[in-house]
């Protein structure tokens, strides 16, 4: 992979030389060399981007979940907004997407979503949309047409693959079901497929305990279901190693902004057909492409900007 990105690169590059050549002989146009030397840059960022993806989960999928703020009928239609625009990015750069679990909001939106991404990179891309996402819109809820602000927290683990071992103590693990469907009708599972996970956890480390929750109704299959379900337990085990290993491991610059899970990373103010990143003040005024997935320049903002320092430690 990295030999094909250098020898792009050096096709471009060796290109552009010529290009070079060609126009002072009055061969080509200045327009056709500009294009060649944007070529060239846009090969030499997307090396350097790749560059910035080093550490060992960088490569493996993701389990991304989003959860609505309060602020009811609002927040949870920014919930669904949100799940949107990530199910949008995934398919514009493909990769594979499963909805692993789904709850609809009361009158509209969704209350929270588990999202599986499948695919190369997809965590080392992703783990740039972790933290609370700020909407500022005049709400079609509310009556007096006023400003309202809403959020929605997106939590971001790499989806372990079985390369990886994570002991799971199936001691503390139990397990309850449930009918899982629509909203009525023939929609409705007669049978208890829906799963619902539950593992005592105590942190080697600190010796705290929590007690681990996951409910997986992706397929009608119970079996399935478990199988998805314990997947996803594996990486949330994962995750909280490698969230002790980086918290010793990290050396943040004196002046920089403390990057805190959980932290409010973006606002998208739809009036001012404005969203801003605040760890970067990466800003576009593409307020419909950034809701159509395009998030390519806020990636590449934060992992030029961040990913270096991971990539050092």
């Known amino acids: 992979m990295w030999i094909d990105g250098y020898a792009e690169v050096e096709k471009a590059v060796d290109e552009l030389q010529i290009g070079w050549d060609f126009c002072k002989e009055g061969l080509i146009e200045e327009a056709e060399l500009d294009n060649l030397y944007n070529d060239a840059i846009t090969k030499i960022e997307n090396l350097e981007l790749r560059n910035m993806l080093r550490r060992e989960e960088d490569k493996l999928g993701v389990v991304l979940k989003i959860n609505s703020g309060a602020g009811g009928t609002e927040s949870q239609d920014w919930a669904s907004m949100l ?38 990179f997809a965590y080392g891309y992703l783990k740039s949309e972790n933290g609370v996402h700020r909407l500022v819109r005049v709400s079609p809820y509310n009556a007096q047409g006023k400003r309202m602000t809403s959020f929605a927290s997106v939590f971001v683990t790499p989806l372990v693959d079985d390369t990886i071992e994570v002991k799971v103590e199936t001691a503390l693990l139990s397990w309850d079901t449930f009918r899982s469907g ?23 480390y600190t010796g705290e305990k929590e007690e681990i929750l996951i409910e997986n109704t992706e397929t009608r299959d119970q079996p399935k279901n478990k199988e998805n379900a314990l997947r996803q337990l594996r990486s949330i085990l994962y995750d909280k190693e490698l969230q002790h290993r980086l918290q010793e491991q990290a050396k943040v610059e004196a002046g920089k902004m403390k990057i805190e899970w959980g932290s409010q990373i973006r606002s998208y103010v739809f009036d001012d057909r404005r969203v801003k990143d605040h760890r970067t003040n990466f800003q576009t005024s593409d307020v419909n492409g950034v809701m159509d997935g395009d998030l390519d320049g806020f990636i590449k903002a934060y992992l030029m900007e961040f990913a270096g320092t991971d990539a050092n430690e």
Do not use: H
């Open 83 to 120: 799940m949107r625009m990530y199910l949008r990015w995934c398919e514009k750069n493909g990769y594979k997407t499963s909805i692993a679990n789904l709850l609809d909001g009361d009158e509209a939106g969704i209350k929270s979503c588990t999202i599986n991404v499948e695919g190369d």
């Open 182 to 204: 629509g909203a009525g009708g023939q929609n409705v599972n007669k049978v208890e497929s829906g799963v619902r996970l539950r593992y005592q956890f105590t942190d080697p």
